[in-house]
C-alpha cells in the first residue's frame, strides 16, 4: 500500500540535545529516565526503539548563563535574539564531562541496548544487532583549550564530531546570530587557532559541523579542511532565510565535496516567516527536503532534526512522528532507495569517510 512501506524503516539522525534536556528537565533520575522512557523529552530509549530511530549524534552543549527565550523576541516580522557573552573555559569543560558521563551512565545501564560508536562499523554492528548507536557530539568548541588537550581527552571518551562554534562566539570562530531575516555572512572568519583545529580534527577524523557558523567561517572551513563538508542540522536559506540555514552557494560547495546535510525540524529554520510555531505542515519539511535534494543531490540529504533542542511542529511532535516523513516521501512518488538514503545510508557513509570505518 502506497506510504506504508517506508513508514518503519530504520534512520539514523544528526542532531539531538536530549543529554542537556535530560540533566536539567529529569534531573533526579536522569539514567532511568531515558533507559525507561519519560513524558518530558521527545526522545528516549522506548520511543526511539519503536520509532525505527537506530542512532545518531548526540550533542553535548555547555549553555550560558543568561537564557533569552525566543519566543518573546518574534514579532510577525522577524525576530533579533541577544547573544550571550562567550562562557568561561573552566564552566564548559564542567558542563561538558557532565554531559559525556551520563551518555556512557546510559551506556552502562542499557544492559547492552545503547551503544557510543566510534566508527562507521561500529555504528552498522550496532545497527544489526538492535543497539542504539550514539556518536558523540559536542555543540560548540567552547570547552576546548588552546592546546587542544581537551581534545585528546574527549577523544579517548568517545568524541568523533565537533560544532567549530555554537551561535556564541568563541576562541576558535564566530556564530550566526538568532536573527531573522538574516543572511549568515556576519562577522568574521575563523582564527587563527580556529584554522589549527580545523587541521587537529581532520587528522583525528573528528568531523567538523558547519551547522551554527557564519558565512566567512564555512569557507574557511571548505578551504582548509580535507574531509566532505557537513552540516548536521541546518536547512535551505532560499525557502527560510534564517542564518542558521544555508545559502545556494553553500550547498553547492558541500555537493562539490560528497557532504551531507542533516535536515533540521525546528519550526524557526523551515517556515519562510521565520517563526517558532508548531503549526508549520509536514509539507514545509518535504518542501526543504525536495530543495536540498535537487541542490545536493540524493547522497547529500539526511536527517537532522534537532530533538531536545527546540519545539518541533505538531505533526511530528516527537521520535515517534519522524517516520510520518518518510511516509509522505513515498506518497510524492520518491523511489525508496532514496528515502532510504536519507534516512540512514547517506550518514552512514558519510560518516565512514569522515571518522572512518
Ligand atoms: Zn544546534
Known sequence: MIGKAMQNIPFFDGHNDVLLRLLRECFDQPVASFLSGNQVTQLDLPRAQSAGFSGGLFAVFAPSLEHYDFEEYQSPQGY??????????????????EMFDLLHDIEAGSEGQVRICRNATDIKDATAKGQLAAVLHIEGADCIDADFKMLDTLYERGLRSIGLVWSRNNIFGNGVPFQFPSTPDIGAGLTELGK???????????????????EKGFWDVADLSTAPL???HSNAHHLCPSPRNLTDKQLKAIADSGGVVGINFAPCFLAADGLLQSTVPLSTILA?????VDHLGEDGVALGSDFDGIMM??????VSGVSIIFAALERTGMPSKMIEKIAYNNWIRVLSQTIGV
Do not use: G
Open 313 to 318: 511542529p505538531e505533526e511530528i511532535r516527537d
Open 196 to 214: 589549527t583545529l580545523v587541521a587537529e580534527c581532520n587528522r583525528r577524523r573528528m568531523l567538523i559541523d558547519l551547522s551554527h557558523l557564519n
Open 230 to 232: 557537513v552540516a548536521t
Open 80 to 97: 533579533n535574539v541577544p547573544m550571550p557573552p562567550p562562557i568561561p573555559l573552566d564552566r564548559a569543560q564542567k558542563l561538558t564531562f
Open 288 to 292: 526543504h527536503t525536495n530543495y536540498l
